[in-house]
């Protein structure tokens, strides 16, 4: 596609409740990455994938949090027993390099956990 | 830690004026820094980039200063006009060894360009 694709826009999920939510990437694009975005503040890096692995999941929050693209295209994030404190806009960008400079963002799903 | 610091949280410019944001930061391993304009309901975009082995870079009416000494860059908008409107932030991140680090963003500027 022509851009970043990312579904469902809005969720909201009761506390407790298992989420998925999926990135399609630009068609090609090696690097993903995911993003969350707390009201009113900057995004902050949960995780990236080059191509089908996962390079870097420093920014995962818990163990509950986890992402996966396992053909190195589309990726789902995953979040389990959903807290208040997940509420959040999650991003998902996608980049032709092995970088993370000129990459472009979806926009975003936001979630918000009652 | 707030790697990077930016500044004023938010921003009135008139019409035609220029827009100034500062943004400071900490890690002296960062390499690659870019400013995103976000739209409300929208991913951010980028709008330029600059590395460390420039002091400034223009790209139309925005121009991005760099002082690797004093670790602090600025993002210039000329000309501002009510379509800047928008929440601007900085970001910083290490590019070297052809690896990936995720951005590190500043906390933004809300920025009102009044008609």
């Known amino acids: 596609g022509a851009g970043v694709s990312q579904s469902p826009r809005y969720k909201v999920a009761k506390r407790g409740q298992d989420v998925a939510l999926r990135c399609d990437p630009i068609s090609g694009h090696v690097s993903l990455f995911w993003y969350q975005q707390a009201l009113g503040q900057g995004p902050e890096f949960l995780t990236y994938f080059q191509n089908e692995a996962q390079l870097d999941k420093s920014g995962l929050p818990s163990d509950r949090f986890f992402a996966e693209r396992p053909e190195g295209s589309v990726s789902t994030l995953k979040i389990q027993r959903t807290q208040q404190e997940d509420s959040a806009v999650y991003l998902c960008?996608?980049?032709?390099?092995?970088?993370?400079?000129?990459?472009?963002f979806g926009s975003g799903t936001r979630l918000t956990v009652v | 830690q707030q790697q990077v610091k930016q500044s004023p949280q938010s921003l009135i410019v008139q019409k035609g004026g220029i827009s100034i944001i500062n943004c400071a930061y900490e890690n002296t391993a960062f390499d690659y820094f870019p400013w995103y304009q976000q739209f409300p309901g929208k991913g951010p975009a980028l709008l330029i980039a600059?590395?460390?082995?420039?002091s400034e870079k223009k790209e139309g009416r925005f121009t991005i200063s760099f002082n690797k000494s004093a670790k602090q860059f600025s993002l210039h908008i000329m000309d501002s006009q009510p379509g800047d409107s928008a929440t601007y932030f900085c970001a910083a991140s290490r590019r070297a060894g052809g690896g990936a680090d995720g951005l590190t963003f500043g906390k933004g500027t809300h920025l009102i360009i009044q008609p």
């Open positions: 600059i590395r460390p082995d420039v």
């Open positions: 960008a996608s980049s032709a390099s092995r970088g993370s400079d000129g990459y472009t």
